[in-house]
């Protein structure tokens, strides 16, 4: 019998380890986007991996974090049940200066809120 979680952790990769071609394919899917999105608006680790309100089941939600992770722009940690996010923002933009404002920017040009933080 085991008394922890009953998944692995997950693995994430540090965005000095991430190739610009891997982050901008990361950014490029509208899925992903629309959590980048969310997230920027949101507290670090107060959004469950199941509060995201996009388009996709639980299987292709669970993919969808794995390239967020790998491409250096979302870390996870587990909290009892629940999977919480955080946007790694420092650290994407110490390594891609002004990528993510522009990924953050609305349809129209202007700064989403969710660039404020």
Do not use: I, Y
């Not at 996009?54 to 587990?78: I, T, Y």
């Amino acid at each position: 019998m085991t008394t922890g979680s009953h998944r692995a952790a997950p693995e994430h990769t540090h965005p000095d380890d991430v190739p610009v071609l891997a982050a901008l394919a990361a950014l490029a899917d509208p899925v992903r986007l629309a959590l980048v999105r969310e997230l920027a608006g949101s507290a670090d680790w107060t959004r469950s991996c199941g509060s995201f309100d996009v388009p996709v089941g639980k299987a292709a939600l669970s993919h969808h974090f794995a390239v967020l992770r790998a491409a250096g722009l979302v870390e996870q940690r587990d909290e009892g049940p629940r999977r919480v996010n955080r946007l790694r923002r420092a650290e994407f933009e110490a390594r891609f200066p002004g990528l993510l404002g522009l990924v953050l920017r609305t349809d129209d040009g202007s700064r989403s809120t969710a660039t404020t933080s």
